[in-house]
T-cell receptor, first 110, second 113 residues
Framework: GQQVMQIPQYQHVQEGEDFTTYCNSS?????IQWYKQRPGGHPVFLIQ?????EVKKQKRLTFQFGEAKKNSSLHITATQTTDVGTYFC??????????FGQGTTLQVKP | DSGVTQTPKHLITATGQRVTLRCSPRSGDLSVYWYQQSLDQGLQFLIQ???????AKGNILERFSAQQFPDLHSELNLSSLELGDSALYFCASSVRPGANVLTFGAGSRLTVL
């Protein structure tokens, strides 16, 4: 079945350093979504990418969707302590099923 | 408040028991999804409903069942509970299936002793 792999599983950075998480699907996706889950919280939608090669920015966050629509990345520039949490990618298929990656947990040392 | 309501927030029960988790989707959303999140694990897709009909099924155990009612609320039934069923169960909703944003509820934390 469809699988979405996300790496790394954990990342510890010093405040001010950059951070990147990568997402790879075993099948071509119709779209990819990114969610953030703060410690003790629930996943909250960040962004959706639909087009091949699409790049979107939200302040210090940059999201990319691969040309083959099978991979994606989230890059955070100059991390802050408020960036702490687990970042999930979720691959969407034409059937409507949304498969989440395992998530990357980000710790930021002040 | 995301608009998706889940009850109960916490539930402690014993092995072999049966529990029901309830979800009310955000106003206007027709599709409901159930996910299981075990400790330090990702979100495992269980099942999805759209306007009362089952739309997609994930790795949902035969001991688990779900339904969506005419008023669009959904229930997830977990029976013959095992220790390994202890997890956070999230409900999410979207306007329709497909390329839509999910709004998650706060989750129901189930502990099986």
């Amino acid at each position: 079945g469809q699988q979405v792999m996300q790496i790394p599983q954990y990342q510890h950075v010093q405040e001010g350093e950059d951070f990147t998480t990568y997402c790879n699907s075993s099948t071509t996706l119709s779209n990819i979504q990114w969610y953030k889950q703060r410690p003790g919280g629930h996943p909250v939608f960040l962004i959706q990418l639909v087009k091949s090669g699409e790049v979107k920015k939200q302040k210090r966050l940059t999201f990319q969707f691969g040309e083959a629509k099978k991979n994606s990345s989230l890059h955070i520039t100059a991390t802050q302590t408020t960036d702490v949490g687990t970042y999930f990618c979720a691959g969407g298929s034409n059937t409507g099923k949304l498969i989440f990656g395992q998530g990357t947990t980000l710790q930021v040392k002040p | 408040d995301s608009g998706v309501t889940q009850t109960p927030k916490h539930l402690i029960t014993a092995t072999g028991q049966r529990v029901t988790l309830r979800c009310s989707p955000r106003s206007g959303d027709l599709s409901v999804y159930w996910y299981q999140q075990s400790l330090d694990q990702g979100l495992q897709f269980l099942i999805q409903y759209y306007n009362g009909e089952e739309r997609a099924k994930g790795n949902i155990l035969e001991r688990f069942s779900a339904q969506q009612f005419p008023d669009l609320h959904s229930e997830l039934n977990l029976s013959s509970l095992e220790l390994g069923d202890s997890a956070l169960y999230f409900c999410a909703s979207s306007v329709r299936p497909g390329a839509n944003v999910l709004t998650f509820g706060a989750g129901s934390r189930l502990t099986v002793l």
